[in-house]
């Protein structure tokens, strides 16, 4: 894989830590104590997440002399709520795999360093549960201008050489997209903590966690690109098939399937035949195939994976959705046919985009889905498609042993993420 950032940052509040309500419910407090018939509520105060406790004094025109008094009622406050300020479901789990595959960290955060003895991890600009992962984190007290004002970032890039290119800025507030825009990087707006309700220009628009994996990273397939024509030379051909009716267009559109076919007989030295019979055999307009992949977890967290007969590699199980036949249905009849198990669906993963996360010969677009199911009973006897099965712990599992085609460890994580989440928002590419 090759990183598209080598660089990323990220905001602390509302992008990895939900602290919207301790800080939300602070201010509130604060603001009616000082005014009690204010017309301010909790909801219209969300807005000064991500903000400076000078901005929001200036913004609510309080009544205090300076920020410092502002700022030591709010921290009090916040002590009263801090057991509810968590990691968001998923960012840690990604923020470990971005660090294990060399992707620099950072943090660029509005919260000072002034409170972290008061208050201490829920008030750190680098807690410690982060410390493992990150090598900078730039704090509103290490800037003269902090958010939105670019020079956190620039400071970044002071300190590391990283070049405007290689960085990616993670954030939920227009403060962060602000601070990024105006340092020249790209930003990704972490929906999941996102208060903004207006359309936003941004490079990337992340609803959960696991969006950011498919960004960071591409599969290097430039040597694939004359494959990427090639199924685009056939979809032309095939839809120009359904819909024209003159002799010699119709000619045309079989001869751009035929070059399409001969592109890939010739590069990957398979037989023409054999490519004309898998590219050819769809008929009317072209679509994306569905593969559906079944992530079964056991009672002690371990996954499934089935040896494939015709590789040793193992898999997902899983297959092409048959006509007639549902996502969930479809994921449920594949475990039984590769494991020879029944299980029981309980949660939709999502649905990706295979072209963004895997390295596929398919000459097809293809659109997977994963659905995390319950071990259920069932014998397993090795057939045509399959060999074994086993239960394999998360950190068992590598790209080594895996068909890259339909499988890959961030994939098997991600699954592993879901299957542990409470409130799993669903992957959609």
Not at 103 to 126: D, F, M, Q, W
Not at 258 to 271: G, H, R
Not at 302 to 322: M, R
Not at 345 to 362: A, E, L
Request: a negative charge.
């Amino acid at each position: 894989m090759l990183g598209r950032y080598s660089h990323v940052l990220f905001d602390l509040d509302g992008t990895i830590f939900n602290t919207e309500h301790a800080y939300t419910s602070a201010l509130y407090d604060v603001l009616k104590a000082e005014r009690p018939d204010t017309e301010e509520t909790y909801e219209s105060l969300t807005r000064f997440m991500g903000s400076t406790a000078e901005n929001t004094r200036i913004e609510l025109n309080l009544p205090f002399e300076d920020t410092k008094r502002l700022s030591d009622a709010w921290i009090e406050r916040v002590k009263l709520y801090e057991d509810s300020i968590k990691p968001f479901d998923g960012i840690m789990a990604v923020i470990r795999y971005l660090h294990d595959h060399g992707i620099k960290l950072g943090i660029v955060t509005s919260r000072a360093k002034t409170y972290e003895n008061v208050l201490g991890e829920i008030a750190s600009p680098l807690p410690s549960v982060l410390k493992p992962y990150f090598n900078y984190s730039i704090s509103a007290s290490d800037v003269e201008n902090p958010k939105p004002a670019p020079d956190s970032i620039l400071k970044y890039m002071e300190i590391t050489g990283a070049k405007k290119e290689e960085i990616l800025f993670i954030g939920d507030t227009l403060s962060d997209i602000e601070c990024a825009h105006s340092a020249g990087v790209d930003f990704g707006l972490a929906v999941w903590g996102s208060r903004i309700k207006r359309s936003i220009m941004c490079a990337h628009y992340f609803m959960n966690p696991w969006d950011i994996i498919k960004v960071i990273f591409t599969h290097d397939d430039m040597n694939y690109q004359w494959y990427r024509w090639a199924k685009e030379i056939q979809a032309i051909g095939q839809i120009g098939l359904t819909y024209c009716t003159n002799v010699f267009d119709i000619e045309r559109f079989e001869r751009l399937r035929e070059i399409s076919c001969e592109i890939i007989s010739t590069m990957t030295e398979t037989p023409f035949e054999k490519v004309k019979d898998v590219i050819c055999m769809d008929k009317g307009y072209i679509t994306p195939k569905i593969d559906t992949r079944a992530a079964v977890f056991n009672e002690n967290g371990q996954i499934l994976l089935v040896k494939e007969a015709k590789n040793g590699l193992w898999s997902l199980p899983g297959g092409w959705c048959d006509e007639a036949e549902s996502i969930i249905s479809n994921t449920v009849k594949e475990v039984r046919e590769e494991a020879g198990m029944l299980v029981k669906p309980v949660k939709f993963v999502g649905m990706i985009d295979k072209s963004k996360w895997n390295k596929s010969s398919q000459p097809f677009h293809i659109l997977a889905s994963f659905t995390v199911c319950l071990e259920g009973e069932g014998e397993f006897t090795p057939n045509s498609e399959t060999l074994e099965r086993r239960f394999f712990s998360i950190d068992e599992v590598s790209d080594e042993m895996l068909r890259l085609g339909t499988t890959t460890t961030e994939q098997i994580r991600m699954c592993s993420e879901a299957f542990n989440s409470k409130n799993w928002v669903p992957v959609i590419d």
